[in-house]
């Protein structure tokens, strides 16, 4: 029986690597596969994993049709076994929806990788379509971990180290320190409460402030 499986997991926990091992697996196997991505941060039509490898996709828009591009494939004898969707946060509920059609009426696997929640922990609705829609949901064993060791498992964004909790729903980012606008993999409790590694280094630090002794 073909799939749709819903491979998830905070940011920075190995998505896009396992995505692009499952089809070197599948592909080395025999099967041909379509591997699909939207908006990856290296940018258009690309799936970058943090290991450093780097494949081509295609591309989803708003108005891509996964249904209309599989049976234009079929009809012209290109054969298609499976279907890779990285950043499936950001398909449309829509298109989630042609994905389950095509595991029920072509029998083709689909498996899916992305975030279930944005920076102020509300479900992408493309993710709340896919956790309506799979036939299982596998959450990566490895996740980035909170500054305070525990198990990292809610995204904030960062703007210069703080916490933000207002802004559009997609800005999209990555998680190494560097940039002004970033995201942050923190555990609930330190999510709940903005404790960010920035804020809890400065508000948590035992060491006094350096101050200078002529001016006291
Ligand atoms: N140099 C490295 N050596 C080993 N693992 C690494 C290295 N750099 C990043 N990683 C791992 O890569 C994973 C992130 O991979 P990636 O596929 O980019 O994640 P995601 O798609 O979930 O954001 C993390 O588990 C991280 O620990
Ligand atoms: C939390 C959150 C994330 N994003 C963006 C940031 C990245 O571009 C992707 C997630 O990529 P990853 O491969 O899982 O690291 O999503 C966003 O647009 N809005 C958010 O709230």
Same mark, same amino acid.
């Given at each position: 029986?073909? +799939?749709? =499986?819903?491979?998830?997991?905070?940011?920075?926990?190995?998505?896009? *690597?396992l995505?692009?091992?499952? !089809?070197? *697996?599948?592909?080395?196997? /025999? %099967? %041909?596969? %379509? =591997?699909?991505?939207?908006?990856?941060?290296?940018?258009?039509? =690309? #799936?970058?994993?943090?290991?450093?490898?780097?494949?081509?996709?295609?591309?989803?828009? &708003?108005?891509? !049709?996964?249904?209309?591009?599989?049976?234009? +494939?079929?009809?012209?004898?290109?054969?298609?076994?499976?279907i890779?969707?990285? +950043?499936?946060?950001?398909?449309? @509920?829509?298109?989630?929806?042609?994905?389950?059609r095509i595991?029920?009426?072509?029998?083709?696997? =689909?498996?899916?990788?992305?975030?279930?929640? !944005?920076?102020? $922990?509300?479900?992408?609705?493309?993710?709340?379509?896919?956790? +309506?829609?799979?036939?299982?949901?596998?959450?990566?064993? #490895?996740? @980035?971990?909170?500054?305070?060791?525990?198990? /990292?498992?809610?995204?904030a %964004?960062?703007?210069?180290?703080?916490?933000? $909790?207002?802004? $559009?729903?997609?800005?999209? /980012?990555?998680?190494? &320190?560097?940039?002004?606008?970033?995201?942050?993999?923190?555990?609930?409790?330190?999510?709940?409460?903005?404790?960010?590694?920035?804020? &809890?280094?400065?508000?948590?630090?035992?060491? @006094?402030?350096?101050?200078?002794?002529?001016?006291?």
């Amino acid at each position: 029986m073909a +799939e749709l =499986v819903f491979h998830t997991g905070p940011m920075d926990c190995g998505k896009s *690597t396992l995505a692009l091992q499952l !089809d070197y *697996t599948q592909s080395s196997h /025999g %099967r %041909r596969g %379509r =591997v699909f991505t939207s908006q990856d941060r290296s940018g258009s039509g =690309v #799936i970058t994993s943090r290991l450093g490898l780097k494949v081509a996709a295609l591309e989803v828009d &708003a108005e891509f !049709d996964f249904w209309r591009y599989v049976i234009g +494939e079929l009809t012209q004898a290109r054969r298609v076994d499976y279907i890779v969707c990285d +950043e499936a946060q950001f398909y449309t @509920p829509e298109q989630v929806d042609q994905l389950a059609r095509i595991v029920d009426e072509l029998q083709l696997d =689909v498996y899916a990788f992305g975030i279930l929640a !944005d920076f102020r $922990t509300h479900l992408f609705p493309g993710s709340q379509r896919l956790v +309506e829609l799979a036939d299982r949901m596998e959450t990566l064993p #490895i996740g @980035p971990l909170c500054w305070c060791g525990a198990r /990292g498992t809610h995204n904030a %964004r960062t703007v210069g180290g703080l916490m933000v $909790t207002e802004g $559009t729903q997609v800005v999209v /980012g990555d998680t190494v &320190a560097g940039s002004e606008v970033r995201y942050e993999v923190l555990c609930r409790a330190h999510h709940r409460r903005r404790m960010t590694a920035v804020r &809890a280094k400065a508000t948590l630090n035992p060491e @006094p402030l350096p101050f200078d002794p002529e001016n006291f």
